[in-house]
């Protein structure tokens, strides 16, 4: 397909290794990126709830966080956000608070998400604004990983 | 009434001495106390999204951040959130991310507010965590507050 689509793949594949390491770490695996209107990366990180003892260490507001340091701005307007799974009710809140222009989402979460499932934050007539959504990229591999890791953690093989 | 209720009303009161601080500092005014389950201060900050740079950077967020780091734990079973305001979908979601068990808030916000309005995050079936939930606490004051901040930012008083 076109270039661009190339260029979201390689992203995505930035957010996947970013996951892999949240994996090794012992997080449940899931990472994200910040992307700079010019296409620049401003931050890639993975979930950090564990080793960074927060909370709210998901991966998409570790980069959303990082990004407003990285330019010095509370707002990310014309910025794109890549990551593996569905953004929960506080990340999808974080995403509208930052004016963030597309967000890429790798897998679908029916249970947790809140981007096209649960309360579908930017559907609501109450969200102040709305990204446009694009989800399914690297579906399978995203989703390999948490399989994976879940698949461990049943059976002991980490904690 | 109670005792219990009067240290209800001081939380409360410690939130807005933070508000009034985030006000005079160019911030909306909205701050965030977090207490221990046997009463202790945790944290207590206000909203500093300008000041940071930061979007995430709404007092809930900030004083959730600061009492998981006080605790070296990512969650804050059995602690209770003083708020002036309503939380938002993404403090909501942090909250509920955060085990928190009570939630006070002071005034309501129709049109931003993910609690009593809005998505009603708690009151969803995919929400995990659902903590008490007491609004209307120094409603007035809290109000007043934010009328008066706004009222300074339309005559241009601040900015």
């Avoid at 608070?97 to 979460?109: F, K, M, N, S, T």
């Amino acid at each position: 397909m076109s270039e661009k689509f190339s260029q979201q793949k390689d992203y995505m594949q930035l957010a996947l290794a970013e996951a892999e390491k949240a994996a090794a770490a012992g997080e449940v695996p899931v990472g994200a990126v910040l992307v700079a209107p010019d296409g620049t990366v401003l931050a890639a990180l993975g979930n950090a709830m564990r080793r960074a003892h927060d909370a709210t260490a998901h991966a998409e507001m570790q980069v959303i966080r990082a990004a407003c340091a990285a330019l010095n701005n509370e707002r990310l307007t014309g910025c794109d956000l890549y990551v593996t799974l569905e953004p929960c009710p506080m990340c999808a809140g974080a995403i509208a608070e930052a004016r963030i222009r597309r967000v890429y989402y790798g897998v679908a979460d029916m249970k947790g998400g809140a981007v096209d499932h649960g309360v579908a934050l930017f559907a609501q007539p109450s969200c102040h604004h709305r990204p446009e959504v694009y989800g399914g990229l690297r579906e399978s591999d995203c989703a390999a990983l948490l399989t994976d890791f879940f698949r461990l953690r049943r059976n002991g093989e980490i904690n």
